[in-house]
């Protein structure tokens, strides 16, 4: 119990700070532990006006939206001739893509500019979805594959002696089994969309294309920092995936323990 109390207050102190900030005035040099003895609402109003964090959250819903259904879609249409194909040429496959996990994403960022520069991918939203779903599809046929195979074989048997073809078994009988790890991979790979800075920066360069950590990022320059309105930006912007989590967070618990522990 200490260690889940410490544990709990480590991770809350940022968000303390960060509301403590958020409502203060641009002057205010007291103490970012001191809660505020007034609301400054401004910071909000210069967020979503100057920051332009509105278009933003637009912005980035679109793209995190798109980019999980593909990622759910394919990753789970990939993952079940992994589960249900048990070849040397499906394990050494599921290692390959184990092996992608480990890249850093940074770390392949210049030829991957010069590609989409090549097919016109800059400044576009289908570009930056292409990319997010190519980094988040390794984790998704990871937990997909290892859930699959929990699910017993002779439910795929039975709807095929019922005439039932294997596409259909999957989506009649797999996919709608799939729910939990649904959750755990909709939460895991839409946040990481939603919080992604570096890839966004460089292949949305257009201001009305921004999302919300680029229009966060606005309001910290070499010349000039507005730190509360930042931390105003950055409040709004982490409502969503919170209020992800808590409506999905009973089926993702049993989706990471089943799709990673028994897989």
């Given amino acids: 119990m200490v260690a889940a109390a410490v544990l709990l207050v480590i991770h809350f102190v940022p968000f303390y700070i960060l509301i403590s900030v958020s409502f203060k005035k641009q002057m205010d040099l007291s103490s970012r532990w001191s809660l505020p003895n007034y609301f400054h609402f401004e910071n909000f109003a210069l967020a979503l006006e100057k920051g332009g964090l509105l278009q933003a959250l637009i912005n980035t819903f679109i793209i995190t939206l798109i ?77 997909f594959t290892n ?69 966060i990022g606005s309001f910290f320059t070499e010349n000039a920092a507005n730190l509360n309105a930042g931390a105003a930006a950055a409040l709004l912007a982490i409502i969503p995936p919170i209020l992800l989590y808590l409506a999905m967070q009973k089926y993702f618990i049993q989706g990471i323990a089943d799709g990673a522990v028994k897989g």
């Fill in 147 to 215: 859930f699959i195979n929990t699910i017993p074989t002779a439910l795929d048997e039975a709807a095929l002696i019922d005439g039932c073809s294997k596409i259909s078994v999957f989506y009649k009988i797999v996919l709608p089994n799939l729910k939990p790890v649904t959750a755990s991979v909709v939460i895991l790979t839409g946040v990481y969309v939603w919080n992604d800075y570096s890839f966004q920066m460089y292949i949305l360069q257009k201001k009305d294309l921004r999302t919300v950590t680029l229009a």
């Fill in 67 to 143: 980019s999980v259904i593909l990622i759910v879609l394919i990753g789970s249409m990939a993952a079940y001739p992994l589960a249900r194909v048990k070849s040397i040429c499906n394990r050494v496959l599921l290692s390959v893509i184990l092996g992608v996990m480990m890249i850093p994403p940074l770390s392949v960022l210049v030829p991957l500019y010069k590609t989409m520069v090549a097919i016109k991918g800059i400044n576009t939203y289908w570009g930056i979805i292409l990319i997010s779903v190519t980094y988040n599809l390794p984790i998704s046929i990871f937990l």
